[in-house]
């Protein structure tokens, strides 16, 4: 019962709110550039533009929230630390 599954963990978490959205960005940016080049007209342009704009908001959010995780995840691994010392010692 090393630090296999607190790494693991991260692992997944990093995948899952990073990795998925970076692609979902991926297939939105190409979806925006194939509509590009059939010249669509303004307003639909604007309203795909409108789109990819929320789209690259969200995945700031959701790296920021990502930051959080992993913070957290520090703090909670620096408490049993500190904890595991405190036992040992006492």
């Known amino acids: ?3 296999g599954f ?5 692992l997944f978490m990093v995948v899952l709110y990073v990795g998925i959205p970076a692609g979902l960005f991926y297939l939105g940016f190409r979806f925006v550039r194939a509509m590009e080049r059939r ?3 303004s307003t639909q342009q ?7 704009l929320r789209l690259e908001e969200r995945i700031e959010q959701l790296a920021g929230d990502v930051e959080q995780a992993i913070e957290a995840r520090r703090f909670d691994e620096r408490l049993l630390g500190e904890r595991a010392n405190r036992d040992e010692a006492g």
């Open 46 to 52: 604007a309203e795909l533009s409108e789109r990819l």
């Open 39 to 41: 010249s669509v007209g």
């Open 1 to 3: 019962m090393g630090f």
């Open 6 to 10: 607190p790494i693991l963990a991260m």
